[in-house]
Protein backbone atom coordinates (compact mmCIF):
# COMPACT_ATOMS: atom_id res chain seq x y z
CA UNK A 1 0.00 0.00 0.00
CA UNK A 2 0.93 3.72 -0.35
CA UNK A 3 1.69 3.31 3.15
CA UNK A 4 4.68 1.83 2.66
CA UNK A 5 6.10 3.41 0.53
CA UNK A 6 9.19 5.46 2.16
CA UNK A 7 10.50 6.99 -1.55
CA UNK A 8 9.95 5.91 -5.21
CA UNK A 9 12.63 7.03 -8.25
CA UNK A 10 13.32 6.17 -11.74
CA UNK A 11 16.47 6.14 -12.89
CA UNK A 12 17.72 5.63 -16.92
CA UNK A 13 20.48 4.19 -15.35
CA UNK A 14 21.12 3.12 -11.79
CA UNK A 15 24.42 1.51 -10.10
CA UNK A 16 24.08 -1.20 -7.16
CA UNK A 17 26.97 -0.83 -4.96
CA UNK A 18 27.42 -2.65 -2.09
CA UNK A 19 25.04 -5.69 -3.46
CA UNK A 20 24.29 -8.16 -3.55
CA UNK A 21 23.90 -12.01 -2.00
CA UNK A 22 21.39 -13.75 -3.74
CA UNK A 23 19.44 -15.51 -0.93
CA UNK A 24 16.49 -17.12 -2.89
CA UNK A 25 16.41 -15.94 -6.29
CA UNK A 26 17.67 -16.43 -9.96
CA UNK A 27 20.10 -15.02 -12.13
CA UNK A 28 22.20 -15.55 -15.15
CA UNK A 29 24.79 -12.91 -16.16
CA UNK A 30 23.96 -10.36 -18.56
CA UNK A 31 20.43 -11.66 -19.09
CA UNK A 32 18.48 -11.67 -16.08
CA UNK A 33 18.52 -11.39 -11.96
CA UNK A 34 15.36 -11.74 -9.94
CA UNK A 35 14.66 -12.71 -6.58
CA UNK A 36 15.58 -11.96 -3.09
CA UNK A 37 18.87 -10.12 -2.53
CA UNK A 38 20.54 -9.09 0.70
CA UNK A 39 22.56 -5.56 1.03
CA UNK A 40 26.02 -7.08 2.31
CA UNK A 41 26.74 -3.58 4.07
CA UNK A 42 23.18 -2.51 5.12
CA UNK A 43 22.27 -6.28 6.52
CA UNK A 44 18.76 -5.56 4.52
CA UNK A 45 16.97 -7.79 2.26
CA UNK A 46 15.91 -6.36 -0.98
CA UNK A 47 14.06 -7.93 -4.04
CA UNK A 48 15.33 -7.81 -7.68
CA UNK A 49 13.72 -7.83 -11.20
CA UNK A 50 16.04 -6.90 -13.45
CA UNK A 51 16.90 -7.65 -17.30
CA UNK A 52 20.15 -7.08 -19.12
CA UNK A 53 22.13 -6.26 -16.01
CA UNK A 54 25.76 -5.03 -16.19
CA UNK A 55 28.51 -6.76 -14.04
CA UNK A 56 28.63 -9.41 -11.55
CA UNK A 57 26.87 -9.36 -7.74
CA UNK A 58 29.85 -10.84 -6.83
CA UNK A 59 31.95 -8.09 -7.65
CA UNK A 60 29.53 -6.16 -6.02
CA UNK A 61 29.45 -3.71 -9.34
CA UNK A 62 26.18 -4.02 -11.08
CA UNK A 63 24.02 -1.61 -12.98
CA UNK A 64 21.28 -1.54 -14.99
CA UNK A 65 18.82 0.69 -17.33
CA UNK A 66 15.42 1.96 -16.67
CA UNK A 67 15.29 1.60 -12.70
CA UNK A 68 12.44 1.90 -10.74
CA UNK A 69 13.38 1.97 -7.33
CA UNK A 70 11.32 1.85 -4.14
CA UNK A 71 12.08 2.21 -0.91
CA UNK A 72 9.57 0.67 1.95
CA UNK A 73 9.07 0.55 5.65
CA UNK A 74 6.97 -2.78 7.34
CA UNK A 75 7.85 -4.68 5.12
CA UNK A 76 9.82 -8.06 4.35
CA UNK A 77 12.18 -6.14 2.27
CA UNK A 78 13.56 -2.67 2.46
CA UNK A 79 13.79 -2.20 -1.20
CA UNK A 80 12.08 -3.44 -4.31
CA UNK A 81 14.14 -2.60 -7.77
CA UNK A 82 12.48 -3.65 -10.94
CA UNK A 83 13.09 -2.17 -14.47
CA UNK A 84 10.11 -0.35 -16.17
CA UNK A 85 9.50 1.41 -19.12
CA UNK A 86 10.75 5.31 -18.89
CA UNK A 87 6.68 6.42 -19.96
CA UNK A 88 5.35 3.98 -16.62
CA UNK A 89 8.62 5.16 -14.40
CA UNK A 90 7.63 8.98 -14.99
CA UNK A 91 3.65 8.28 -13.98
CA UNK A 92 4.43 6.51 -11.01
CA UNK A 93 6.89 8.98 -9.54
CA UNK A 94 4.75 11.50 -10.68
CA UNK A 95 1.66 10.01 -8.85
CA UNK A 96 4.48 9.46 -5.72
CA UNK A 97 5.37 12.88 -5.48
CA UNK A 98 1.77 14.01 -5.58
CA UNK A 99 0.59 11.85 -2.98
CA UNK A 100 2.98 13.05 -0.30
CA UNK A 101 1.96 15.16 2.29
CA UNK A 102 3.49 17.16 5.02
CA UNK A 103 3.78 15.21 8.53
CA UNK A 104 1.55 18.26 10.58
CA UNK A 105 -0.74 17.98 7.48
CA UNK A 106 -3.98 15.95 8.63
CA UNK A 107 -6.73 14.20 6.88
CA UNK A 108 -9.80 16.23 5.21
Not at 13 to 34: C, K, N, Q, V, W
Not at 35 to 62: Q, S
Not at 64 to 78: C, E, G, H, Q
Not at 85 to 100: E, H, V
Request: hydrophobic share 35%; aromatic share 10%.
Amino acid sequence: SRSRIVNLTWEPEYDFSDLLLRIGGTGAPRIMYAGHFRDLDTKENVFLYLRLPKGLPLNRTMSDANVLAITLRDSPYASVFVNCRPDIGASLTNWFKNTIRPRNSQKL
